[in-house]
């Protein structure tokens, strides 16, 4: 079981690589450089200073505001490092702290970054996908070379499945969202099966609350599905195996 000091450490790493990934959201789908220039207030231009970028705390001193101009500051940077911090401690906690976490850390990371840039874009990069499905197998080769074959099959299987669905139900979800169900089993093997069915089970319970809500007007609007299989991937690594093994007990 990892310490307690383990535990910490992990999550203020998942509060740093927080404030980076709101980099990653604001600038990749912009196809700016996530180096260069550093970290400025959007409407002024000033550079935001070392102590002003200190994740979560800074939002609550400047209460939201530039402290230069006084331009608003989204909330989303707050939550995205501290969900990313509470993501990262979360998986130390329940999956361990060992040489796995080389491939689950950047999972969980490609998870929230691509839910982030879905919700705000309605797109799901492929500077993304590709790079994360690359290093699935760079690192399950290294870590572990008798996964490889089971990473590879779900990979497969999970992009052919969200195909099928992408072809059946074009409106529902895009290329996007099958390559990154792909990429999500190359990391999570079989367990990717029950990652896709919260994903869907959570799509369909939001979708049918925003139509009981709207009613048919709710028909026009899109849904991005890529959070929901963040969801699902971030349950998938956490409690996946779990679940395969819970559910081979009771039923099998």
Same mark, same amino acid.
């Given at each position: 079981?990892?310490?307690?000091?383990?535990?910490?450490?992990?999550?203020? &790493? @998942?509060?740093?690589?927080?404030?980076?990934?709101?980099?990653?959201?604001?600038?990749?789908?912009?196809?700016?450089?996530?180096?260069?220039?550093?970290?400025?207030?959007?409407?002024?231009?000033?550079?935001?200073?070392?102590?002003?970028?200190?994740?979560?705390?800074?939002?609550?001193?400047?209460?939201?505001?530039?402290?230069?101009? @006084?331009?608003?500051?989204?909330?989303?940077?707050?939550?995205?490092?501290?969900?990313?911090?509470?993501?990262?401690?979360?998986?130390?906690?329940?999956?361990?702290?060992?040489?796995? +976490?080389?491939?689950?850390?950047?999972?969980?990371?490609?998870?929230?970054?691509?839910?982030?840039?879905?919700?705000?874009?309605?797109?799901?990069?492929?500077?993304? &996908?590709?790079?994360?499905?690359?290093?699935?197998?760079?690192?399950?080769?290294?870590?572990?070379?008798?996964?490889?074959?089971?990473?590879?099959?779900?990979?497969?299987?999970?992009?052919?499945?969200?195909?099928?669905?992408?072809?059946?139900?074009?409106?529902?979800? @895009?290329?996007?969202?099958?390559?990154?169900?792909?990429?999500?089993?190359?990391?999570?093997?079989?367990?990717?099966?029950?990652?896709? +069915?919260?994903?869907?089970?959570?799509?369909?319970?939001?979708?049918?609350?925003? +139509?009981?809500?709207?009613?048919?007007?709710?028909?026009?609007?899109?849904?991005?599905?890529?959070?929901?299989?963040?969801?699902?991937?971030?349950?998938?690594?956490?409690?996946?195996?779990?679940?395969?093994?819970?559910?081979?007990?009771?039923?099998?």
């Amino acid at each position: 079981m990892p310490s307690a000091f383990e535990i910490a450490l992990l999550g203020a &790493l @998942g509060l740093l690589v927080g404030s980076f990934l709101n980099v990653v959201v604001h600038r990749l789908p912009r196809g700016e450089s996530l180096v260069h220039p550093r970290s400025r207030c959007p409407r002024c231009e000033t550079q935001i200073a070392a102590y002003d970028n200190v994740p979560v705390v800074s939002w609550f001193v400047l209460r939201g505001r530039c402290r230069h101009c @006084g331009a608003g500051i989204s909330a989303r940077y707050p939550v995205m490092e501290a969900v990313t911090g509470l993501t990262f401690a979360g998986v130390a906690a329940v999956r361990g702290v060992d040489d796995a +976490l080389v491939l689950e850390l950047p999972f969980a990371a490609l998870l929230i970054a691509v839910a982030a840039i879905d919700i705000e874009y309605r797109i799901v990069p492929n500077k993304l &996908l590709l790079p994360a499905g690359i290093w699935a197998v760079a690192g399950w080769t290294a870590v572990d070379l008798d996964f490889v074959p089971e990473a590879l099959a779900a990979g497969a299987g999970a992009f052919t499945f969200l195909l099928l669905a992408a072809l059946a139900y074009p409106a529902g979800m @895009g290329m996007g969202d099958v390559k990154l169900a792909g990429a999500m089993g190359l990391y999570l093997g079989l367990a990717v099966i029950p990652a896709l +069915l919260v994903a869907f089970l959570a799509g369909s319970l939001v979708g049918v609350a925003i +139509l009981l809500r709207e009613g048919a007007q709710a028909r026009k609007k899109g849904v991005p599905f890529a959070p929901f299989l963040a969801l699902g991937g971030l349950v998938g690594l956490l409690a996946g195996g779990e679940l395969i093994s819970l559910y081979a007990d009771r039923f099998l």
